[in-house]
Structure formats: structure tokens, C-alpha cells
């Protein structure tokens, strides 16, 4: 049986829709054996590679290197999935959306920073000018909104994708 | 004189109400449901929400059913494909006009909206986020006022008007920039009027009303309790 090529990402989100997925209990027992975990936090790998079967986008997009990484992985990827409300409404990320992202900057690492002063500018990417869901830069197969999302609603996700069926709305997914 | 008795189908099944009744009350009387979010039973219904619209034989267009009276012979839908999805594009053009941001929301787990948009199978938006800047005004000793989060369903005015008989509140402006506010637009902490009942808080479907004090999650809103008040008040007039 051909193995599930299985990515996670984690763009501009807290990491807990990672750990919703690994808090699925025994069921993890059944699932792990049947996808090949390829790339993600969760793993070693350094470059996203070619011909993945689904990817879990958690977070919104919020800066030039999330928008790079995600068209990158668009390209990669034959079901790509919006995890979280992060990736499906932009959720927490785009509270600072009605401020302007270089003043947001100033007041957060020069105003308020009581040492180092200084918008960071070295090795990390530059912000987009508002933190917005993914599927308003890549075409998104499937979405998952919660914060985080039921590890139920993620395993019936995995469990349909296994199958090979396309994933089902699922009546008890919520935003929030 | 007790109001005419008269017969309506809803959804092919005769059900029995009187003159006067709109399709909403005769459905919920008939045990049908219908989805709504600015109706409040017991408060005078305003339409605006459109998400209880159904169908009616030989109308041509789909009519609110908390605004639309019975009339006899009338032949209701209540559910199709086509109202579904009018139901959702109602609710995720609410969803996108501010920052219903569930997640850090005192009324997460218990807002009419969040249920709605769950009940409705919406997990995503295809509309384009508004993301406006809007104020929150925590003048009020006991209760704040969270723009982000109202969806001008007029129910606080509503309950403060017709059960409460203060009249605090207005709506200002008009289109997407309305807001609901206090006391002809002064900060709702300096208004004479306001008698802290809290029944605009207790009549608020999500979290744009809600008690000082409260966490994410934690403001429950006692909706049966509002109801019942308006249900006999309106009764007494």
C-alpha cells in the first residue's frame, strides 16, 4: 500500500494546531504507519519536496517568507488544507491589520522595548502589509476552521484523505 | 373578538394559525424551525438579518419570515438549496464586515453568529476580510461595548426601548458605517438615561455586549430570561 505523502507548515500561527494533531490519542497509533510525515515542524527536513499528497497549512500569511513558502508548497502539493482559524480567517494574526505595519514596529520593538531597541531587521523576513487566510494567495483544497480545531475534526480530516475520499464538511467544526 | 383562524402549509404540512401571526411565530408555533439572528421573541421584528427568508408560493422573490404575516392558503418553504445558501452568503457578509476574532472572544462557545455560521456548514469565507478599525468603549462601570464584534442586529435598542423604556440606544450613520451607540453618540459611561438593567448585554447575540469581568468563553447570555420579560411586558401594553 502506497504510503500518504503528508507535509505540515506552520506559518503565522501559535504552533497549537500542530499539537491538536498530535493529540489524537490511539488513533495515532492507526495513522502513523499509512502517511509519510515529509516535511514540517515535526520532522527534520530542510526543503519542501516534490509531489506531496496533502499538506496542513496552520497559520495565516503575514509575511514575504510565509508567501513564498506557500507557493512554493501550492506548487508541490495535490491537497493542500487550510488548518485553524489562523489559515482560514486570519483569526488572532490580523488584529494588527487595522494599524500600519511599520508603525506597529516602532511602537512595539522602539517604544514600548525597554532593551535592544530597534525594528529586528537581520534574518528575519519583512511583514506583509496585513496578515490574511490563505486561501486569498493559493487555491485551498479543504478547510478546518477552530482554534484549534477538535483533534476529531482532524482525525476524520486524515481519515477521509487515507481513504481517499474528498474531505467531507464536517457538521461539528466551528471558527474559534 | 379572538383573530381569525386560518390554515398555511409550511413545508407541504397544513399547519393552523391566526390573523395577524407572521410565518415565523406560526412555523415555531407549529414546531418548525426557522434560523434567525435579529429576531428576539417578544421584541417588535425589524427583517434585517435576512437569515430567516423562505420561500412563498407564487411570490418571486424569498420574504423574511419574522416580518411576513400569514395569509390564508399561503404555502411556505422553509428550507431548500437555494435558501441555504442565501443563509450563508448573509452570514459570512457578516462575518468579513468586522473582526469576529471567535478565538479571543468573551462570547466564544455561546454566540448566535459563531452557532449559525456552524449550524449553516460555513468553514470558510469567500468574501474578503474587511478588517476595520473600530473602537471599544469601556466607559460603563459594569458593561462594555465592542464594535468588533456587532453585527447590528438592534436587539439592545430594541430591549432597551421597548421593555426597559429607555431609549439609550441608537444607530448612527448609515451602511457600513453604522454603529450602534448611546445617549444621541456620547460614551455610554456618561449617558443619564442608561439604568444599568444590563438587558441590552443579556439580548446581544455575540460578543459586542457583555459584563466587565468576563474572560474568553465566559460570558453565557440569558436570552429565555430577556424573552420571557419582553413576552409579558408586551402583554400588559
Known sequence: MNRLKLATVWLDGCSGCHMSLLDMDMVIVDVAPRVDLVYGPLVDAQEFPEGVDVTLVEGAVSSQDDLRKLQKIRGRTRLLVALGDCAVTSNVPAMRNSLVAQKLLQAVYVEHAQENRGVPVDGVPALLPQARPVHEFVKVDAHVPGCPPAPKAIVTLLQDLLAGRKPEANPKIKFG | ?237
Open chain 2, 1 to 237: 373578538m379572538p383573530p381569525k383562524k386560518i390554515s398555511i402549509r409550511i413545508d407541504g404540512e397544513l399547519v393552523g394559525a391566526s390573523d395577524g401571526m407572521t410565518i415565523l411565530e406560526a412555523a415555531r408555533a407549529a414546531g418548525k424551525q426557522i434560523p434567525t439572528l435579529c429576531y428576539m421573541a417578544g421584541l417588535s421584528a425589524v427583517g434585517g438579518c435576512r437569515v430567516c427568508m423562505v420561500e412563498v408560493s407564487g411570490v418571486g422573490r424569498l420574504l423574511p419570515a419574522c416580518t411576513t404575516p400569514v395569509q390564508d392558503g399561503m404555502s411556505v418553504t422553509t428550507n431548500s438549496p437555494q435558501l441555504t445558501r442565501y443563509r450563508r452568503i448573509a452570514v459570512e457578509l457578516l462575518l468579513v464586515e468586522r473582526n469576529h476574532v471567535c478565538a479571543v472572544c468573551v462570547s466564544n462557545g455561546h454566540c448566535e453568529l459563531q452557532s449559525l455560521a456552524k449550524s449553516l456548514g460555513v468553514t470558510n469565507v469567500r468574501y474578503t476580510y474587511n478588517y476595520p478599525r473600530l473602537p471599544v468603549d469601556l466607559s460603563h462601570p459594569r458593561f462594555v461595548l465592542d464594535h468588533n464584534r456587532c453585527i447590528l442586529c438592534t436587539r439592545c435598542a430594541r430591549v432597551c426601548s421597548e421593555v426597559e423604556g429607555a431609549h439609550v440606544w441608537e444607530m448612527t450613520n448609515r451602511g457600513i458605517k453604522a454603529r450602534m451607540t448611546t445617549e444621541m453618540n456620547q460614551t455610554w459611561g456618561s449617558s443619564q438615561s442608561c439604568t444599568s438593567c444590563a438587558k441590552c448585554v443579556q439580548a446581544c447575540p455575540t460578543g459586542a455586549l457583555s459584563e466587565k469581568g468576563y474572560a474568553v468563553e465566559e460570558m453565557v447570555k440569558r436570552y429565555d430570561h430577556i424573552s420571557a420579560l419582553a413576552t409579558s411586558k408586551g402583554a400588559q401594553v
